[in-house]
């Protein structure tokens, strides 16, 4: 069919991702960056469950389910498979969950960051394993509820801070890292693009809202990401080369904004927010500084 029905996207519609997933909405973008000529290769999670139950897919490109832990090996051996039969053009693109990439593939992952592969790894970060029902994964921020971890009279949320996984990945030297979301598309799309025209391992780290696992409204999921940024939760950079750039600093909403409205917060007290504040202020100052001081080594060194 051709004209105003053409349906020209690679991530189509008609998958079965609950109402109001970032997730599903960051594929689509993600998927008009990367173009035709691809190979994804998804983890298991709720990604790979609600785009690819057989016999239906929403791929319209050739698409590799793995086992949750190794999307970084299969893409090696995918993208060097593809090299030795003289193919130099196809991209390879993983797109994992939070707990496939921060946790349970993180060794596999670092690996193929290590080798060296010619690869755009993508997390897609929704801050639990939601797939098997709201588990808290490396990736979940402190206090914040999953089923587990609960809230009770001694315990109240996720004892542990959010691995910075951007900065983990960044330090493996590799030539493009950045961060993202599912809401800010152009800055997205750029990114992907971007990543892909450069050889070697590259890293996007995406946050999506999970309407189920972050009890939001389904019609917010995109003001939450927005949010996350404008609150400086959240930041919108680029490590390359090993330069750091903020893409984004906006005037810093307070904290609260991000926060109030998501059941997995609701347990917070007063003391809680202004904690998590100190936190997001601390984290910022030090994106800043770091972006201050490579600008400066960048321009000292004539690069
Ligand atoms: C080795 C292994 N351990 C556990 C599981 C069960 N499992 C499947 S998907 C999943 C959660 C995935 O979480 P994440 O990567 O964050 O993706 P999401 O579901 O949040 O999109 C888990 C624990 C599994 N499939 N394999
Ligand atoms: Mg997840």
């Known amino acids: 069919m051709s004209g105003v029905f053409e349906n020209k996207e690679l991530f189509k519609s008609g998958h079965t991702a609950c109402a109001g997933c970032a997730v599903a909405t960051g594929f689509r973008h993600i998927m008009r960056a990367v173009g035709k000529d691809c190979v994804i290769v998804n983890a298991t999670g709720c990604s790979e469950i609600f785009t690819s139950a057989y016999p239906k897919s929403a791929w319209e490109v050739p698409y590799v389910h793995c086992v949750f832990e190794n999307a970084a090996p299969v893409a090696a051996g995918v993208v060097e498979a593809l090299r030795a039969m003289g193919n130099d053009h196809t991209k390879v693109v993983v797109l994992a969950g939070d707990g496939a990439s921060y946790d349970i593939g993180f060794g596999h992952l670092s690996g193929m960051l290590e080798r060296g592969h010619d690869v755009l790894y993508i997390s897609y970060d929704n801050e639990a394993y939601m797939n098997t ?10 206090k914040a509820y999953t089923t587990t971890s609960q809230v009770g009279s001694k315990i109240r949320g996720k004892l542990q801070n959010k691995k910075p996984m951007t900065e983990i990945v960044a330090a493996h ?23 892909l025209s450069i ?31 404008d609150t400086h939760v959240w930041p919108l950079l680029e490590i390359e080369n090993g330069y750091l750039k903020m ?3 906006p005037e810093k909403k307070p904290v609260e904004t991000y926060l109030k409205g998501q059941k997995r917060f609701k347990h917070l007290t007063p003391e809680d927010v202004s904690e998590i504040q100190k936190m997001v202020d601390e984290r910022w100052e030090g994106w800043v500084w770091r972006e201050k001081v490579d600008t400066e080594r960048k321009k000292e060194l004539g690069e």
């Open 173 to 195: 030297g590799i030539p493009y890292v950045a961060s993202s979301t599912s809401a800010h598309y152009t800055d997205l799309e750029m990114k992907v693009k971007k990543a």
């Open 133 to 142: 029902g709201v588990q808290r994964s490396g990736a979940t921020p402190w």
């Open 199 to 229: 050889r070697g391992p590259k890293f996007l780290n995406v946050l999506c809202t999970c309407v189920p696992g972050w009890g939001t409204d389904p019609s917010l999921s995109i003001q939450y990401l927005k949010d996350a940024v």
């Open 247 to 249: 893409n984004m600093k």
